[in-house]
């Protein structure tokens, strides 16, 4: 089993480029999430999935759409790049059930926009 | 929604001695609180968690006490190690419900450095 993993590891956007970082999991996972980590602010949510074709925005979506078009794989796209979307991004995923599961973390993708 | 405060952001102790970070939380209705461990360049992983239905729970070196009504958890790390050096994060959350997911509202962090 690989976990979770996330591509690509590094990158650095000029402001107003585009992209999309992709999180991958074998576990059969229902939930999947996207956080960002910036310092002193801990992981905020950006957006999750609750299954696949489902999404929802979390605590920080502005600027940042997904999809979930296989359970698998949750795909978070930047449309236009701006300077304070510099971050570390980490997904996660977790198990569907009737109590609380530990979320799985990718290994992060750190972003940089100049 | 739920805010989770966390303190010490900076913690720093002497090697075998104890260490121990504090978290409150807003939402009463929250009953499900971990705490991650984060090393330098490395994901987050899940060291210990506790329910809303228990005080405290022990794991080696590790302890989660819980107050519910104070509405405040506490990691609890004794004879520290230098690998013991890491961010550590604590969450609230609540029991997932199928059509909201599992949504963990995290502390800022805490930065432990155990001092040979």
């Known amino acids: 089993n690989a976990g979770v993993t996330q591509t690509p590891k590094f990158r650095v956007l000029k402001t107003g480029q585009s992209m999309t970082l992709l999180c991958a999991q074998d576990?059969?996972?229902?939930?999947m999430y996207w956080y960002r980590q910036d310092p002193g602010m801990g992981l905020r949510l950006i957006h999750y999935?609750?299954?696949?074709?489902?999404?929802a925005k979390g605590e920080v979506p502005d600027g940042y759409n997904v999809s979930r078009l296989k359970k698998q794989n949750f795909l978070l796209g930047l449309e236009s790049a701006a300077p304070s979307q510099t971050s570390v991004y980490f997904c996660?995923?977790?198990?569907?059930?009737?109590?609380?599961?530990?979320?799985?973390f990718g290994p992060g993708t750190r972003l940089t926009v100049t | 929604g739920e805010n989770v405060e966390q303190h010490p952001s900076t913690l720093s102790v002497q090697e075998g001695d104890s260490a121990v970070i504090k978290c409150t939380y807003s939402?009463?209705?929250?009953?499900?609180f971990p705490w991650y461990k984060q090393e330098l360049g490395k994901r987050p992983q899940l060291i210990i968690d506790?329910?809303?239905?228990?005080g405290e729970k022990k794991d080696q070196r590790i302890a989660v006490t819980l107050n519910k009504t104070a509405k405040h958890f506490s990691l609890h790390i004794t004879e520290t190690q230098p690998e013991d050096s890491a961010v550590y994060f604590c969450?609230?959350?609540?029991?997932?419900?199928?059509?909201?997911?599992?949504?963990?509202?995290f502390g800022p962090g805490t930065r432990l450095s155990v001092l040979p």
């Open positions: 996660a995923s977790s198990y569907l059930g009737d109590r609380p599961h530990e979320q799985y």
């Open positions: 576990m059969n996972h229902e939930y």
């Open positions: 999935s609750v299954g696949e074709g489902t999404t």
């Open positions: 939402d009463s209705a929250s009953n499900y």
């Open positions: 506790i329910r809303s239905n228990v």
């Open positions: 969450a609230a959350s609540m029991i997932p419900l199928e059509d909201y997911g599992q949504n963990f509202v």
